[in-house]
């Protein structure tokens, strides 16, 4: 199965394991009326929603590029992920407004097993997914998957929150801690949705690689460069799963169009050897154009 194929397979089953997810969490809902329950179940509605957006992103990013999009479509993802912090935004709200109506007055929930079964149930499928889709979204380069693997795990981690205080509010009495939960909720899964909308912002502003993958696309070169004068302004940003590299490669003056393309040949050869996912774009120039002293032995970085 290629990349492609994998990724749009998983934003795929992401829905169902979402409707799944969702439908269970409102059968504890209705089973116990819990506030806290509810919110758990609205934010599985945002996952519903979040996931046909990852599926649509994914697709439109794996189009090859055209007239109108020369550089290809990878920047789709980031839309759908920042889609998904804006729901989460909104999720959260409508908690608050429902926490605050069960604060005016507090009760205890309704067959409390049943509901708390039923609710963990959703959460384990949900960890166990989010870890299949936090895996494949690093692996594969994909900030749609990564988006929404990282609110499942936030959805896990509130289901789990909830089932504890909720068991917690049975053992004491105290009815107003479901609510309160629901409270607790809607904070961490606000906060949650601005952390995904920061990192896909950061994304559609042109983010440059990690310092240590900067790194290793210098070494790739300068290990490859033979025949060259000196590398400078070396330039990169991420775009989805791809990544473009910019770069000027100075070289003699005197050197033939066909040896230098050759080098440029090596170099982008190398490069998309270690990391297939490059778009490499090298500037060749003459050797005035040199920002170090001439007799350095190595072809070094300007």
């Given at each position: 199965m290629s990349s492609k194929q994998k990724v749009q397979r998983l934003a795929a089953w992401s829905i169902i394991v979402a409707l799944v997810v969702t439908a269970l969490k409102f059968v504890a809902w209705r089973a116990t009326g819990s506030v806290a329950l509810y919110s758990d179940a609205l934010e599985s509605i945002v996952n519903v929603i979040a996931s046909a957006a990852a599926f649509w992103a994914i697709r439109v990013s794996h189009m090859p590029a055209d007239a109108d999009h020369p550089h290809g479509h990878h920047k789709a993802e980031y839309f759908s992920a920042?889609?998904?912090?804006?729901?989460?935004?909104?999720?959260?709200?409508?908690?608050?407004?429902?926490?605050?109506s069960a604060l005016q007055n507090p009760r205890l929930m309704d067959q409390p097993a049943l509901g708390l079964a039923v609710n963990g149930l959703a959460a384990l499928i949900n960890g166990l997914w989010a870890g299949l889709l936090i895996r494949?979204?690093?692996?594969?380069?994909?900030?749609?998957l990564l988006a929404d693997g990282r609110h499942i795990v936030t959805d896990v981690v509130t289901s789990v929150g909830v089932i504890g205080g909720l068991a917690a509010s049975l053992a004491t009495g105290w009815a107003i801690l479901d609510p309160l939960l629901a409270v607790i909720v809607a904070l961490n899964i606000l906060w949650q949705g601005w952390k995904v909308?920061?990192?896909?912002?950061?994304?559609?502003?042109?983010?440059?690689?990690e310092p240590e993958e900067h790194i290793r696309i210098r070494d790739i070169i300068s290990a490859n460069s033979a025949g060259a004068i000196e590398v400078h302004d070396l330039k990169t940003r991420m775009a989805g799963r791809a990544t473009f590299i910019e770069f000027h490669l100075v070289v003699d003056a005197a050197m033939s169009v066909s040896d230098a393309h050759a080098i440029c040949d090596r170099i982008e050869e190398a490069l998309r050897a270690q990391m297939p996912s490059m778009r490499v774009t090298i500037h060749v120039e003459p050797e005035d154009e040199a920002k170090l002293p001439?007799?350095?032995?190595?072809?070094?970085?300007?």
């Open positions: 920042v889609l998904e912090g804006v729901l989460i935004v909104i999720a959260s709200l409508m908690i608050f407004r429902e926490a605050w494949t979204g690093r692996a594969e380069r994909s900030p749609a909308i920061a990192a896909s912002v950061d994304g559609l502003m042109d983010r440059a690689v001439k007799g350095t032995s190595a072809v070094p970085f300007a």
